[in-house]
């Protein structure tokens, strides 16, 4: 019993919680990310998504495990994609446009909405260091929804910045390019490996959130 009391007295809870509000921050920002592609479809015509069941804010419905698994152990991960058939659009390039910009841009007015409710709970709560923990978490959702718009946004295959360069590209362009999408994630490994691009990255998602705080007053 002396043994149990010592290992629970060793526990560090701070750092689990910590783990934990992550975790609840990341499935909250992957799950608008990815129910908005499928809303932005079925928007446009594609039914696809809903009948995946994917129209859903259960984050269950979109982790991909080894996905999630390589966001905290590597700082990049991937949820499901969320299944769109193009053909349904009446205009499958730039259905195909729009409804990959739904991903990014509902995670910056996500990011705006929590900054909001920061700045509302600023106001209105005293200081203690539950409250703090509070807009912490609240800072952390949105400085990890920037980042995953503004990822997004890069013109690599699968992401979704692709999705909306490949729009605009004539239609010979756009056909030589898609011959080798199915090489993009090998690409986006080595630019994580190897570090490219992550201090830009860095400095645009801190550029951002800068300007998101001076919109809602933060």
């Known amino acids: 019993m002396h043994y149990l009391s010592n290992l629970w007295a060793a526990l560090d809870f701070g750092s689990l919680l910590d783990m934990v509000l992550r975790l609840v921050a990341v499935l909250l920002c992957l799950t608008v990310h990815e129910t908005c592609h499928g809303l932005a479809a079925y928007a446009l015509g594609d039914p696809t998504a809903r ?54 841009v509902s995670n910056f007015l996500l990011a705006l909405l929590v900054l909001l409710g920061a700045r509302i709970f600023c106001d209105v709560a005293a200081y203690s260091e539950a409250n703090q923990r509070i807009l912490d978490f609240l800072l952390m959702v949105a400085v990890l929804s920037i980042g995953l718009g503004l990822f997004n946004l890069v013109p690599i295959p699968p992401l979704d910045g692709s999705k909306v360069l490949f729009a605009v590209l004539p239609d010979r362009a756009y056909d030589r390019l898609m011959r080798y999408e199915r090489y993009g994630m090998l690409v986006l490994f080595a630019l994580v490996f190897f570090d490219v691009g992550s201090s830009a990255l860095s400095r645009a998602i801190e550029w951002v959130f800068d300007l998101f705080c001076r919109i809602v007053g933060l």
């Open 51 to 104: 009948r995946a069941h994917r129209l859903s804010l259960n984050p269950l419905r979109h982790i991909d495990w080894f996905g999630l698994l390589m966001m905290f152990a590597a700082g990049f991960g991937w949820a499901k994609p969320v299944p769109v058939n193009p053909n349904y659009f009446k205009k499958p390039k730039q259905g195909m446009a729009l409804t990959a910009l739904a991903g990014p």
